[in-house]
């Protein structure tokens, strides 16, 4: 498995409202089953060999494992580790983003070169190639792929961060504030902080999918939850030694994958088209 770089946002053009609505109910149903998957399945682990590696059907709509777990259980289940990952990565990544970027576009030319080359240093390689060399450091985990998602992803908001600064330092009302003697900090916190942070929930949101599947590609590899945690990567890992007696295993963890990511590109790209035409 493969991910992108860091996602930025690009103008375009407004979506449908009928895919931001399907995007918007799938999002739903994969938060409910994170927060509440007893809700939508039964257990993932109750073990029934007599029906293991059964294909799709009314009992199990996604089929059974080797062991004759229901695989639609253990997705379900699988959706908090996953998203765990995928939002909590993203945001802390924001986080840091946020204030590496402002230090250095507040903080002098030096601090401004040296945040921005340090930048250019993990930005030059991909995203999950870095993942990779934290994860192998750190060792596995789900808490360390979330840290090693973190730093793959913060310099690409710490980059953006610096750019808004920089422009937003040189609108007129807070040249005026500066030069009205009001504190350097006060100006900061009350002018440029909002303007540049509050147009970061569209960069935050466009790319959970980018840590989702960055987090789902070192599970896969082993890296990411213990085995006994149904988290998709997981899952699809566990499944390539049953493929040819049951090739569904791999299906149904890989289409949630899928869908989870394209569900929050859509709704990124309508939030980022709102806020482009409200600018």
Do not use: K
């Not at 938060?31 to 009992?59: H, N, Y």
């Not at 379900?76 to 990544?93: D, E, I, N, P």
């Not at 601090?111 to 240093?121: C, E, I, K, S, T």
């Not at 390689?125 to 792929?145: D, R, S």
């Amino acid at each position: 498995m493969s991910a992108p770089t860091p996602i930025v946002p690009t103008p375009g053009a407004g979506l449908p409202g009928l895919g931001v609505l399907l995007a918007g109910v799938t999002l739903g149903v994969i938060l409910l089953a994170a927060v509440a998957p007893g809700l939508l399945a039964g257990s993932p682990e109750a073990i029934d060999p007599a029906v293991a590696l059964r294909p799709p059907s009314l009992a199990h709509p996604f089929g059974t494992d080797w062991l004759g777990r229901d695989v639609y259980a253990r997705v379900v289940h699988g959706t908090a580790a996953t998203l765990l990952v995928g939002v909590g990565a993203t945001l802390a990544a924001s986080l840091v983003g946020a204030v590496w970027g402002l230090l250095a576009a507040l903080g002098g030319p030096v601090a401004d070169q040296v945040g921005m080359r340090l930048a250019d240093v993990f930005l030059a390689f991909p995203a999950v190639l870095m993942a990779l060399l934290v994860v192998a450091i750190l060792g596995p985990g789900t808490g360390n792929v979330a840290i090693a998602v973190t730093v793959a992803l913060a310099p690409g908001f710490a980059r953006i961060v610096r750019i808004r600064t920089h422009l937003v330092r040189q609108f007129a009302y807070v040249r005026a504030a500066l030069d009205l003697g009001i504190a350097p900090w006060r100006v900061v916190l009350r002018h440029v902080a909002p303007n540049v942070l509050i147009p970061l929930g569209v960069l935050v949101v466009i790319n959970i999918g980018t840590a989702i599947i960055i987090g789902a590609s070192l599970s896969f590899l082993g890296l990411g939850a213990e085995s006994t945690v149904p988290e998709w990567g997981s899952l699809l890992a566990q499944s390539r030694n049953y493929l040819s007696a049951q090739w569904t295993l791999a299906v149904f963890p890989g289409l949630a994958v899928t869908v989870t990511v394209l569900a929050v590109s859509v709704l990124g790209r309508a939030l980022q088209a709102r806020s482009e035409g409200e600018g």
